[in-house]
């Protein structure tokens, strides 16, 4: 187990930072936290193993193309995409990590440079409030792949101010590549789902028929991934 002490930061959204709400609502932005001394490997085999027991090699995990057939899971029958999004979730339930999530409700939070300087807000005062675990690191390593500027510039105009040790971004980030930020993925979407139905808008049919209604998704998804926001 490597002894560097370095805290990743695995960055993922859901929605259009300045999109207007008729087309997306919300807008999320989630941060999976993880000590880079603990090794996620051993779980990450073993989810590839049960992913294969279904017929599924080299899966990118996409939680809203999984939630709704489209893009690259529209041939899958619905009960092989909830087989693949349990697995998902087991492997989530199963490794160490942390998240937190920022939400832009776009109805009511302006133009583009308010939501910016709402997320910049948010972000200050999760930092503040954790400001000893980040002090505790030799370094946090940010690894988001740069989808839309006015995040990746956001990222390193806050972290700079605001985070209490170094920080580095990894560079040519690729979804791929990393288990943990497809469990950003993950989180992002639970976080929307919970946002949907907490505002009384409520679950698509296709969100329904994937999770058997709002009090099925609370109760077997949602209350899980919660136990490890912060």
């Not at 590839?48 to 999984?66: M, N, Q, S, T, V």
């Amino acid at each position: 187990m490597a002894q560097d002490n370095t805290l990743s930061l695995f960055v993922d959204e859901s929605g259009i930072l300045g999109e207007p709400a008729t087309a997306s609502r919300f807008y999320i932005l989630g941060f999976v936290l993880h000590d880079q001394r603990v090794t996620i490997e051993p779980a990450a085999v073993e989810f590839a193993r049960r992913l294969e027991e279904i017929g599924i090699k080299d899966l990118c995990f996409h939680a809203g193309p999984i939630l709704h057939g489209n893009n690259g899971f529209r041939f899958m029958t619905c009960d092989l995409r909830r087989r693949i999004f349990h697995r998902m979730m087991a492997f989530a339930r199963q490794i160490d990590f942390s998240y937190h999530c920022l939400a832009i409700d776009k109805r009511y939070s302006g133009r583009l440079p308010q939501m910016t300087e709402s997320l910049e807000r948010q972000f200050a005062d999760f930092a503040v409030r954790n400001r000893s675990m980040f002090a505790a690191c030799r370094c946090v390593k940010v690894y988001y792949d740069c989808g839309q500027k006015a995040v990746t510039n956001f990222l390193r105009r806050v972290t700079s101010a605001t985070l209490p040790c170094p920080v580095e971004f990894a560079q040519a980030v690729e979804p791929r590549k990393y288990r943990l930020f497809q469990i950003a993925d993950l989180v992002c979407t639970l976080r929307l789902l919970e946002e949907k139905i907490s505002c009384g808008a409520g679950l698509s049919d296709d969100e329904c028929k994937f999770f058997g209604g709002p009090k099925k998704f609370r109760h077997n998804i949602l209350r899980y991934i919660k136990a490890k926001g912060i």
